[in-house]
């Protein structure tokens, strides 16, 4: 475990978890990455000494034709505004976005940011007042418009809050999908669906590209301590722009990198180039939160006592006027070629445990997409798979939300009968949180 710590920045630390050791003719290794970020958000809304050079936040609201039904729906997304807009801290920058088929400044107007204090919270609460329903969606223009007020300000920690309701209707997927590609980071964005009329695949692209997390708020009522919520974790966010930076020797190969806590999100195809044989793959922003990274590499054919450095893991931040970017912690991941086969047979417990809750979020989505489709015994086999692994690993949360789309007949083998009806709600919450996972226990 290697540290760097500087008053600028909170203190990270890199743990690998794994075994090194590979049979004759072995050549995948595995490592899960423990990365710990501490002194960031502990200092209760207070920067540290020369830390993140201030935050801006952009809230997107939806205010298309349908959040007028019910009508509590659109009351509920003023009133959760109004509740993130009271969690800004003093001196943070902010603005409202009003999101139909167009995107329009709600607060404070003309291209610009307000720094958040009594006198502004409470005119962009006022503001908020007059929001009202009516128009098409179309969720590119609201990303692009919060970029341009997010690219304006002078700040390190730029993030987005979206709320939306309904389908992206009136721009096309390739559209949303440039717009992602643009955004990409530039700034984070949070995500959440209201209700059960919109597409779970849309909100969770969304958040998965934009490095944030998505939900869903089936009852409107619970709007507002949701955004409370993201707001404060917004407002812990102490350092932006950090890269997981993979270095591999001469004839390895990359075969996946994955974050697999406090959620799933492949990495893979996320990575640029940083110097001979090394990438970087994006991790957005931190406070004080631990995260676990799975790295997979596979290495030359070796023999028996020969051992190899098979990657070097760092993490690294940016100096954002061009000077040399700084290290702040790093790990090796090692192979060790041996003839002693129980130690080469031995699979690492938080490698096995990442493994199953990898496939545990794969096998939800296909067993929800094989229901849909009508192929009741894919979708059977699929989700009972996917009850057996939350209940082996422990993930009671997605145990319980699986147990609404499914009868558990026997959990340890994965018996279960879908369940002929089933809440739309509950089908979109078990697919919206289904990459969430648990760790390993201790």
């Not at 490698?351 to 849909?372: C, M, N, P, S, W």
Request: aromatic share 4%; net charge negative.
């Amino acid at each position: 475990m290697a540290n760097f710590s500087k008053s600028n920045v909170p203190q990270f630390s890199v743990e690998v978890y794994q075994n090194e050791f590979l049979p004759e003719g072995g050549r995948e290794v595995n490592g899960i990455i423990t990365v710990t970020s501490t002194g960031g958000g502990t200092t209760g809304g207070v920067p540290l000494p020369g830390a993140a050079a201030g935050a801006a936040v952009v809230i997107m609201v939806d205010c298309s034709g349908s959040m007028d039904y019910p009508p509590t729906k659109m009351r509920n997304a003023r009133d959760a505004t109004a509740a993130a807009v009271d969690t800004l801290r003093d001196g943070t920058s902010f603005a409202v976005v009003a999101g139909t088929h167009v995107a329009k400044e709600v607060y404070p107007g003309n291209g610009r940011l307000a720094v958040a204090d009594a006198r502004t919270r409470a005119q962009a609460k006022e503001a908020l007042r007059r929001l009202s329903a009516g128009g098409g969606t179309a969720i590119g223009t609201w990303l692009r418009l919060t970029d341009r007020l997010l690219g304006a300000a002078d700040v390190d920690i730029r993030h987005g809050i979206l709320l939306t309701d309904g389908r992206n209707e009136h721009e096309s997927p390739e559209d949303l999908r440039a717009a992602l590609d643009a955004c990409a980071g530039r700034f984070t964005c949070d995500a959440r669906g209201v209700g059960t009329d919109w597409e779970v695949k849309e909100v969770t692209a969304i958040a998965s590209a934009l490095l944030g997390t998505a939900d869903i708020v089936a009852d409107p009522a619970g709007l507002a301590a949701d955004f409370t919520q993201m707001m404060e974790n917004a407002m812990g966010k102490e350092v932006a722009d950090v890269a997981l930076r993979l270095w591999t020797p001469v004839g390895v190969e990359i075969q996946f990198v994955k974050q697999v806590a406090p959620t799933v999100a492949d990495l893979t195809g996320r990575r640029t180039g940083a110097g001979p044989r090394a990438g970087d793959y994006p991790t957005g922003s931190w406070g004080d939160e631990s995260r676990d990274y799975h790295v997979c590499v596979r290495v030359p054919e070796a023999g028996i006592g020969q051992e190899m450095l098979a990657a070097r893991v760092s993490l690294i931040l940016p100096d954002p006027s061009g000077g040399a970017p700084q290290t702040l912690s790093q790990g090796l991941v090692r192979a060790v070629w041996t003839d002693d086969m129980v130690a080469s047979t031995s699979i690492n417990p938080q490698v096995a445990h990442y493994t199953g809750q990898a496939e545990l979020a794969q096998v939800i989505q296909q067993g929800l997409d094989a229901r849909k489709s009508g192929d009741f015994d894919g979708a059977t086999a699929k989700l009972g798979r996917a009850v057996q692994l939350a209940s082996a690993s422990g993930n009671e949360d997605t145990a319980k939300l699986l147990s609404k789309v499914v009868d558990v007949v026997d959990a340890a083998t994965g018996t279960v009968r879908l369940k002929a009806k089933v809440a739309e709600a509950d089908e979109m919450t078990l697919e919206t949180r289904s990459t969430k996972t648990v760790r390993v226990k201790k």
